[in-house]
């Protein structure tokens, strides 16, 4: 069992649309959860970052962490074409190793 | 402020030779992890280095090695190059405290193995 499952998509949303992205895992230990948006051929960029359980909002986008339920979700509001990457979830216990998802690709239709 | 570089960007090597892949970590930054990303796939860790010394490995052979420099820039050596080893390699430079998750990526190299 990989330590994070995550949905490859792709998932295609009119502009506009809320957009959900999810996360699951299997490490309890988890304690930092970070959302990376990767645009073709570019490093990932760091979007937000939580820690432990709860919720962050930042812009458009909120970041949520279940850790009873090893669940993280990504929301984006008003969704642009600009928002159209694959974004990563990532994880870690400690500060020298994250986990990351396979990523979800988001195609934002005008 | 300058950011994370890498080189070079594409880089084919046949079976069995031996690769050097260079990051320069952003300014400030006293941390570099190194990721590979295969094709549709998440990066996979691969170690972290801080201040020269290693700080974590992940579930890669030791052909994977590595080093950090005193001005913070790294190397990722790969011996006996296997095709498996064809992949997107980042790496990602960071504070070495409380903001280590607070990573910037370079646009990594792109290894071709044939």
């Known amino acids: 069992q990989k330590e994070v499952e995550q949905d490859p998509g792709p998932l295609s949303v009119p502009e506009g649309a809320i957009v959900s992205l999810n996360c699951t895992y299997s490490n309890s230990a988890f304690q930092y959860f970070m959302w990376y948006r990767q645009y073709s051929r570019k490093g990932p960029e760091l979007l937000m970052y939580?820690?432990?359980?709860g919720n962050k909002e930042d812009g458009r986008f909120t970041a949520q962490v279940d850790k009873s339920s090893k669940y993280i979700s990504l929301f984006i509001r008003d969704s642009q074409p600009s928002d159209s990457a694959t974004y990563l979830c990532a994880m870690g216990y400690n500060f020298n190793k994250f986990y990351f998802g396979s990523g979800t690709k988001l195609n934002v239709k005008p | 402020e300058t950011g994370v570089t890498q080189s070079p960007t594409h880089l084919i090597k046949t079976r069995g030779q031996q690769v050097t892949l260079r990051c320069s970590s952003q300014s400030g930054h006293n941390t570099v992890s190194w990721y590979q990303q295969a094709l549709g796939q998440g990066p996979q860790f691969i170690f972290q280095y801080y201040r020269e010394e290693e700080n974590g490995r992940g579930n890669f052979p030791p052909r994977f090695s590595g080093l950090q420099f005193p001005n913070y820039s790294s190397e990722l050596n790969v011996n006996a190059l296997e095709l498996d080893d064809s992949a997107l390699y980042l790496c990602?430079?960071?504070?070495?405290?409380?903001?280590?998750?607070?990573?910037?990526f370079g646009p990594g190299t792109r290894l071709t193995v044939t």
């Open positions: 939580t820690y432990s359980s």
């Open positions: 990602a430079s960071s504070y070495g405290d409380s903001r280590t998750y607070e990573q910037y």
